[in-house]
Nanobody
């Protein structure tokens, strides 16, 4: 399974960015896909997660500002990020798992996600 993120970059506080993740290498869509991030000097944390049934879960710090979506036909995952803040600065990773567990994986900082992209850097200036 291959995942590749794009869409990162630099933005000012209050701005918007959309991250995309293109996936390949599987016949059945992953049960669970999500976005995780790691800021310099900090541990990785869950940002948003979505199941094959399109149920979602968000970290409290991004709820109401970020929207996760997936297109199973196109095998893509997206993260629309609005009202960005300097504390959103991090490398963002797309991840997936075929196992039948999803929403609870958000709080596990990615433990349980089997496949990962290489990440895309998001930098938000004040």
């Amino acid at each position: 399974v291959y995942l590749e993120e794009s869409g990162g970059g630099s933005e000012q506080s209050g701005g918007s960015l959309t991250l995309s993740c293109v996936t390949s290498g599987y016949n059945s869509n992953p049960y669970c896909m999500g976005w995780f991030r790691q800021a310099p000097g900090k541990e990785r944390e869950g940002v948003a997660i979505i199941s094959r049934l399109e149920t979602t879960n968000y970290a409290g710090s991004v709820k109401g500002r970020f929207t996760i979506s997936r297109d199973n036909a196109k095998k893509t995952l997206s993260l629309q990020m609005n009202n960005l803040k300097p504390e959103d600065t991090a490398t963002y990773y797309c991840a997936a798992t075929m196992t039948n567990t999803c929403l609870s994986l958000l709080s596990k900082a990615g433990d349980g996600m089997d496949y990962w992209g290489k990440g895309t850097l998001v930098t938000i200036s004040s």
